[in-house]
């Protein structure tokens, strides 16, 4: 399995590859930009493990073409 870090840098790789910023991501997935610099920084543990939490880091991953269940 991937280290957490190693998966950050790959989400955070992925996102610049598209050319976009943090922030437009934030408000083309309406998710909060503090929850997509936690996951970017890959400090899951400060993200509540709930239905929704999941949910967006699912949305996230699918956008960026990225496979999620690591982090599920």
């Not at 790789?13 to 934030?26: A, D, L, T």
């Not at 309406?30 to 993200?47: H, M, P, Q, T, V």
């Not at 509540?48 to 991953?61: A, P, Q, V, W």
């Amino acid at each position: 399995m991937e280290k957490l870090k190693d998966i950050a840098n790959k989400i955070v790789n992925s996102r610049e590859s598209k050319k976009k910023k943090i922030e437009e991501v934030s408000s083309i997935l309406n998710i909060k930009l503090d929850f997509l610099r936690l996951i970017e920084a890959g400090k899951l543990s400060k993200i509540e493990d709930n239905i929704y939490s999941r949910g967006h880091i699912r949305t996230y991953l699918d956008w960026l073409e990225i496979d999620p269940q690591p982090l599920l």
